[in-house]
């Protein structure tokens, strides 16, 4: 069984990762929370997944060593920005993962402009979080009971993601010198499914 995520942890295993890898497992956290803003914007009708595609398609240019425009990147940044939902504003169970997969978008492209390690950490959390709201929306959870951490921390999705960000890491730290980075796009652009098990279409 995974354990609980640590913050901490994670931001010290990331930092022993060159910033290509790093950017690879801050990539790898955005195109699983990506199904989730589409499933938003199917839902309520609103939103730009546009927005959100170009910020990882600018992030995978950069890992496989081509150049983007800083006057683009900062486009983008800004429409990422603009396509966060506002949670006062919507009401389902699709929000919060919205919001975390924008954000994550936002928070790729910083990481291009200040390669600050501390962001992908920030995205791994967001990766967390997400699954752990959906579970207590899913199971109808009751915030208040005391054995809430732990039955979360059970739960499939859960483990299924805590696992995941473990074995990306794990993989990553294989790579010394240079990526395997047609292996990585293979097998990490455009997930069928989201961390949270919602499809890309549907």
Request: aromatic letters at 6%.
């Amino acid at each position: 069984m995974e354990k609980e995520f640590d913050h901490g942890e994670v931001l010290q295993r990331l930092k022993r990762l060159s910033f290509l890898s790093a950017l690879a497992f801050l990539l790898s956290c955005a195109e699983r929370l990506y199904p989730n803003y589409l499933a938003f914007l199917r839902h309520h009708g609103w939103g730009n997944a546009d927005a959100i595609r170009e910020s990882l398609d600018l992030g995978w240019t950069v890992l496989e060593g081509g150049n983007v425009d800083g006057d683009r990147i900062d486009d983008v940044r800004s429409r990422c920005q603009d396509a966060e939902p506002d949670t006062e504003h919507f009401d389902s169970v699709y929000v919060s993962p919205a919001l975390d997969a924008a954000s994550v978008a936002g928070i790729l492209l910083d990481f291009i402009r200040a390669k600050d390690v501390n962001s992908v950490a920030e995205a791994a959390s967001l990766c967390r979080d997400t699954v752990d709201m959906y579970i207590q929306e899913l199971e109808s959870m009751d915030a208040n009971a005391p054995d809430l951490e732990a039955r979360i921390l059970a739960h499939p999705l859960m483990q299924r993601e805590l696992a995941r960000q473990r074995g990306d890491i794990e993989r990553l730290s294989e790579y010394v010198e240079t990526l395997d980075v047609e292996s990585l796009k293979s097998d990490w652009r455009s997930p069928s499914t989201s961390n949270i098990g919602l499809p890309t279409t549907g």
